[in-house]
């Protein structure tokens, strides 16, 4: 027998309903145009801004504290410098997770976001669950 209807919501992926908005160096874009819009702020990213970073992030408009992020910016420093972090968390009644992941390029970021933006699922292997570090 088969049950038709609406499939449970992961909440370590983004929501098939929650709006959308992007934060570019802490200035926050409710409504934002286009994909290319995120492209070309990725490609912006550098080093030598310390506020330079993206976060494409939903809420749960009936519960602030469930939320979907993914988020990059350029290592400062550490074990890769120059290379791209990308982080993908959430907040939801079971509580608050963090994944990280360091790549080379910017090109290799793009496909998470691309993926995240249009609301499929954000391929995590590969990366580091790092959520004991959210204390």
Do not use: C
């Not at 929501?15 to 995120?38: A, K, R, S």
């Not at 494409?56 to 290592?75: H, R, T, V």
């Amino acid at each position: 027998m088969f049950f038709f209807g609406k499939k449970k919501h992961h909440p370590g992926q983004p929501h098939p309903d929650w709006p959308w908005t992007l934060n570019v160096g802490g200035e926050l874009w409710p409504e934002f145009d286009t994909w290319e819009m995120i492209v070309s702020e990725l490609r912006e990213l550098n080093l030598e801004d310390p506020d330079s970073f993206l976060i494409l992030e939903q809420k749960d408009p009936g519960d602030p504290k469930s939320y979907w992020f993914i988020q990059s910016a350029m290592n400062r420093a550490g074990p890769r410098p120059g290379w791209y972090t990308v982080e993908i968390g959430w907040g939801s009644r079971q509580g608050m997770a963090l994944w990280d992941l360091d790549v080379r390029t910017v090109e290799e970021v793009i496909p998470y976001f691309r993926a995240a933006y249009d609301r499929k699922p954000v391929d995590r292997s590969g990366f580091e669950d790092v959520s004991d570090m959210l204390g």
